[in-house]
């Protein structure tokens, strides 16, 4: 959802300094989340844009758009609706310590930084982006660096939450520990 919001942002030219017109623009764009075959598609104002989303431009944009309170206000608000029904599945870097606090079910997932880079270089690549492991390592970095000390929502590990350490796991292996974590907990 950020990264729709940071998306709109590029393409209204609006200076990643100008927090206002940031929290303004958030407030009225409406985005959705869709299931498909392919996976999950997003929408912002019923155009799919779920692959540009990825772009480099945007990843480098993203941590300065989800910085401002505003933003911030909008998309927790958004975020918590979908979950009131329950049985969803949200992933993020506050969802477990500022948007779902109560969840019942809420997992830190870690990975090495070269796997991380390893993941991100091939994502890019499927897309056509070649990009240099080391550019992509310290952007991740940085990215993690802005998000760690950003006042609004700060990345961190929430309490009472299971790390995972991803490294050396498949998507696959991924999701078996969280379906067998949530069958713990509703007692299947």
Do not use: C, H, W
């Not at 009472?160 to 969280?178: K, R």
């Amino acid at each position: 959802m950020y990264r729709a919001v940071t998306l709109r942002v590029l393409e209204e030219k609006i200076p990643l300094m100008d927090s206002a017109r940031i929290g303004a623009l958030a407030e009225g764009i409406r985005i959705r989340l869709e299931r498909s075959d392919g996976g999950n598609r997003v929408y912002v104002d019923d155009r799919d844009v779920t692959r540009e989303i990825r772009s480099a431009q945007v990843t480098q944009s993203v941590s300065a758009v989800s910085s401002y309170q505003g933003v911030r206000d909008v998309l927790v608000r958004e975020q918590r609706q979908m979950a009131e029904a329950g049985g969803v599945v949200l992933e993020g870097r506050d969802i477990a310590t500022v948007v779902l606090p109560e969840a019942d079910l809420k997992i830190f997932m870690i990975a090495r930084i070269d796997e991380r880079v390893r993941r991100r270089k091939s994502e890019l690549e499927a897309e056509g982006v070649t990009v240099d492991s080391e550019k992509l390592q310290q952007e991740i970095l940085e990215r993690d660096r802005l998000d760690s000390t950003r006042e609004a929502s700060p990345l961190r590990k929430a309490p009472g939450s299971l790390e995972v350490d991803t490294s050396s796991m498949s998507i696959e292996q991924q999701v078996q520990i969280v379906v067998d974590k949530a069958k713990d907990i509703v007692g299947v």
